[in-house]
């Protein structure tokens, strides 16, 4: 009896450990490579204050509870998350992403996290217009 006990016990134990490495190790699909070649209309470095607010009030409104006010991933929800937020801000991450790339991301959601579809015909409902705003946020405020 307290063989089994203990066997179960382990078991438990390597479960949590490999749930953990799992969702450590999520990779995040490439897109496709029609959403690949898309480039933001609107360029961070010409984008006028207006847009940037824009994309600013859609961050905070939708994105900032998970991925935080400054990007870091460290957002008010972030702690409940079996899959942690990416960290937007790392240096380099978001200069390493393509903007079709993180486009597909919020029109889709990203698979087997908390990321929800944001584009249109979702529940959020937003237009690829305000989705590229909201990438011009990001690349202005978070890009190090």
């Given at each position: ?11 438990a134990?390597g ?7 799992i ?11 029609d959403f ?5 209309p ?11 607010k824009?994309?600013g ?8 509870k ?23 801000s ?7 992403r393509?903007?079709g ?44």
């Open positions: 009896m307290k063989a089994h006990a203990i066997l179960s016990l382990m078991g134990v479960l949590l450990f490999a749930t953990q490495a969702a450590q190790e999520r990779q995040i699909p490439t897109a496709p490579a690949l070649s898309k480039e933001n609107v360029k961070a470095e010409e984008a006028d204050e207006a847009i940037i824009e994309g009030k859609i961050y905070t409104k939708k994105c900032q998970c991925h935080g006010e400054t990007g870091d991933g460290k957002g008010s929800a972030a702690g409940e998350l079996t899959i942690k937020p990416t960290n937007l790392a240096p380099g991450y978001l200069a390493s393509k903007d790339q993180l486009l597909w991301i919020l029109l889709q959601g990203s698979p087997n996290t908390e990321m929800k579809a944001y584009g249109p015909g979702s529940e959020q409902n937003y237009s690829e217009e305000d989705l590229w705003k909201v990438i011009t946020f990001m690349r202005v405020t978070f890009t190090k």
